[in-house]
């Protein structure tokens, strides 16, 4: 086992509020070739794709948008969507968004 969290409780909902930042995400944990983050989203980030891996967002609290070239898709609490690789994507948020994310553990998380 390489991960430091395996055989561990994460509590997302504290690592949420204990988190100040109004945008910034981290690794929670690694489950084989993929890393679960956490991010906490209040803003805007930039258009960015992924070369060679998918990514998937899921609500825990907040709205989620994430706008693609030709729409936007909105996400409720308890929502998810996946991102395919080599789409142009943006996240945006108008309120404090907590999400998990699971992607490949190549991911550069600003994107390529």
Known sequence: MD???HLKVIDVV???GSTPERWTNFTLTRVNDCLVRMGVFEGEFHWHHHD???EFFYV???RLMLDL???TVGLA???GFTVPRGVEHRTRAEERTIVLMVEGHTVAPRGD
């Open 3 to 5: 991960d430091p969290c």
């Open 77 to 79: 609490p308890g929502q």
């Open 52 to 54: 060679r891996e998918d």
């Open 69 to 71: 070239p030709e729409r």
């Open 14 to 16: 504290e690592r949420a």
């Open 60 to 62: 825990v609290s907040g």
